[in-house]
């Protein structure tokens, strides 16, 4: 990468009425990229607001706002047990304060203006976390004067999985663990150009508190820097033992605090757990088509780039570029939850690998090219037809018609409620009841209590008073059964289970049971004793 002056010196040589130009230019190319990254971001709209209502994306998100009720409720803390999920025994989670608390101040910012503040902020928090992804890589490239630094920023905003992570109706850690590896990796690069000193305390405080997000993916990508250090940099880096001193004490500060306020969670894992699993998409393969629509063709040729443009001297960070782009691919293909620090690494490395093809008429010409299969992904999205089209329709209503039978909990006396997991983080936030089951992995105990349950051939009576159940909702058998049968790793006779027969009762209904509520899609019953 050529050198060049820092962009305040160069601006100073400029004549004022260029300089005031050059400003303009960059502030309108700023506005459309927030704008289009906003879009990107925003295009699921009317998923989320319908009817006056605020609707999240999955199960993991409503779980995400009951935290931040119970610390508008109760206070500023941190929530260190679920006691909503897996009820009545409840859960230790591996969520952590960073988001609670953004979500919460965020909520506190839209007070004046709405009451439904607190739904509103977790609805908008991803997208602003987003927007300052897009205004962080702006100003560094523009600092740091990175060659070819709009194309980073296009694919930064445009990325299906990236946009995807920033989601309206999205409030999960994802979002701004992004937002952080993506500052950690900046500090990371400049130093490995020889940058100032004080990049070392920003990415001491980067990496700290992305660890404090979640634990797993900043590990590992840690881990791959200090191993990119060692293979590219090597004993060049002894004579940087004292500059480190400082850094250190404040990484390992934030941890501590960290360790204080969320304390040390680890769970094993439930038996059950690699059937639960394959429901979760995050943790499936995401396969070459599905990377290539997040990141565009170039990314086949990425390392080859970087490769060359190392072993030609020309940037050192085009090694620590190289292996981070290499193990996020690995890492994507065996999850599909590495595709957003995949996308990330590769927006941000094409400033460093671009310059190998030489001539930027070029350059631009291959990029946008490569971009083709990432506008095909968007127009499935935003003009889906057929299969794709009646799944989200479906799935709108679905989430109306659950928060209508939830609702008609909220005032009734308190009780657990057995319902198929993945509508029960809903439940919890509209009616405020607990529920046996859940979204996160240290639920399973009470999902596959819930799930054997469904598929008994007469309502368990002992399972609902050892769970303190009143509440049984039940849905459409196809889906319910069948989840309920993979996750059980056994097969039930068709019309035998008490999930249909609840489902399909119309008058008539199981001793102890009494309906008091359903809709086109839920109906839901009371234990009486």
Sequence with gaps: MISV???????GKILLPQKILFLLKEGFFLLVLVSLGFAAFT????????????????????????????????????????????????????????????????????????????ALAGAWISPLLGASLLLFLAAWSA???????????????????????????????????????????????????????????????????ALWVSLFEPSILLGIVILARWLFRGRSQAHEAKDRRGPLILFFT?????????????????????RWALNIGELRSAGWSGIFSWCGWLL??????????????????????LLLLISAAGLTLYHARWGYFLALVFAMSLPWMLPALRKPGWVWVVFFISLWPVAAEWDQRLYSEGEALRARVENIADAVALREAALRLRDRHA????????????????????CVGGTSHQSLPGIVESCEFYLGEVPDLEFLQKRKVVYILVYEPDRLISNSEQILGRQTTSGSTIGERLYASREETPTGLKKIFANRFFKVYEAVP
């Design 254 to 274: 934030i941890l501590a605090l960290a360790v204080a306020i969320d304390g040390w969670r680890a769970t094993g894992f439930h038996p059950a757990f690699a």
């Design 5 to 11: 002056p820092p962009i305040h010196k160069m601006l």
């Design 143 to 209: 600092v740091t004067r990175l060659p070819y630094r709009r194309a980073m920023l296009l694919m930064a905003a445009v990325s299906p999985i990236l946009s995807h992570g920033f989601q309206l109706g999205r409030p999960d850690h994802q979002s701004l663990l992004v937002l952080l590896l993506a500052v950690a990796l900046a500090a990371e690069a400049e130093l490995w150009r020889g940058a100032k000193n004080y990049w070392r305390y920003v990415s001491a405080t980067a990496w700290a508190f």
């Design 415 to 434: 009780g657990g409620v057995v319902a198929p997991w993945w509508f029960c983080p809903a439940i919890v936030w509209w009616s405020g009841q607990p």
């Design 43 to 118: 295009w699921n709209h009317e998923a989320v607001f319908v009817g006056g209502e605020v609707y999240y994306t999955d199960g993991d998100c409503y779980s995400r706002m009951t935290r931040v009720r119970m610390i508008e409720d109760g206070g500023f803390r941190s929530i260190r047990h679920h006691d909503w999920e897996n009820f009545p025994e409840g859960t230790t989670p591996h969520t952590t304060m960073p988001v609670d608390g953004l979500i919460a101040g965020l909520s506190q910012i839209l007070r004046p203006f709405s009451e439904r503040h607190l």
């Design 300 to 321: 086949a040729a990425a390392p080859a780039l970087l490769a060359w443009r190392w072993i030609q001297g020309r940037e050192k960070p085009c090694g620590l570029w």
